[in-house]
């Protein structure tokens, strides 16, 4: 039931895009829920502990999904945005590249806490054997725990989740900066440079509204900690890629719609 309402919601929002703003609305809407899912998605890959890991008891990184993943989609979305006058394939790349420094550095840096301040070595407690490397974990893992540390697997995962985060945040960024450029001008009465202020502004800020809800329903999907793609709760992902694909396409009609809610007032 839940996988046919979200179906009917996306087929509606498109609809609606299309009715609004002809084919260059349907074409956003469609970026804007690619980016929608590529954020969900990405946000599995990220090594979350939680308290549990700040005490050691735990693989991942100490803080909660949500705000891990919107910390590497700003980074993203700052890159993308920097580069948007380049072009979008090198926004993208910015944006991408932005999400993913960001948690190379962060995994990185915590890996050093744990290790040098706190004399944690990485050991995974889903699996004995990191898939990458093949280091092995059980005789390293100490008892009553799940796991401490952030195996190389997580450090990767991390970063492939941060590139997807910042890919997709800026996915929807670009599309709505598209949208309101070419509307924006007719409608306020000015030209493309007058109003760029105000269509970046938009963008930004919904792009940025956007990636929060979809990372908290990741969040919500995972329920608690996640040692990154090689941890069951990955398996979970699907269920997520539904439902940001659903919610995406009900906040990207809100989005464009915006413009043409301001031409009636």
């Not at 890959?45 to 999904?65: E, N, R």
């Not at 008892?143 to 985060?165: D, K, R, Y």
């Not at 910042?166 to 709505?176: H, S």
């Not at 938009?202 to 329920?223: D, K, Q, S, W």
Request: charged share 5%; glycine share 18%.
């Amino acid at each position: 039931m839940g996988l046919i309402v979200s179906i009917i919601l996306i087929i509606v929002a498109l609809a609606l895009a299309f009715f609004l703003v002809q084919m260059a609305g349907l074409l956003a809407l469609v970026g804007i829920i690619i980016g929608g899912v590529l954020v969900g998605f990405g946000v599995h890959f990220v090594p979350v502990g939680g308290a549990p890991a700040a005490m050691g008891q735990a693989p991942g990184i100490a803080t909660g999904v949500a705000m891990l993943a919107a910390g590497a989609g700003l980074a993203g979305l700052f890159g993308g945005a920097w580069a948007a006058p380049l072009g979008f394939p090198l926004a993208l790349a910015g944006g991408a590249i932005g999400g993913g420094l960001l948690m190379a550095i962060t995994c990185t840096m915590v890996n050093v806490v744990y290790i040098f301040g706190m004399g944690i070595p990485a050991a995974s407690g889903k699996v004995d054997k990191d898939p990458i490397t093949g280091d092995t974990f059980p005789e390293y893992k100490s008892q009553g725990t799940e796991g401490h540390g952030l195996p190389f697997i997580s450090w990767v995962g991390g970063v492939v989740g941060g590139a997807l985060g910042g890919l997709g945040g800026t996915l929807i960024y670009l599309e709505l900066l598209e949208v309101y450029q070419a509307q924006m001008p007719a409608l306020f009465g000015a030209s493309v440079e007058q109003i760029a202020p105000i269509a970046v502004s938009l963008a930004g800020v919904f792009a940025i509204g956007m990636f929060l809800m979809n990372a908290v329903l990741a969040a919500y999907n995972i329920t608690g900690t996640i040692e990154g793609p090689h941890d069951p709760k990955f398996k979970r992902f699907p269920r997520a890629i539904i439902a940001a694909a659903a919610a995406s396409a009900v906040a990207g009609i809100f989005a464009i719609g915006l413009l043409e809610l301001l031409g009636v007032f």
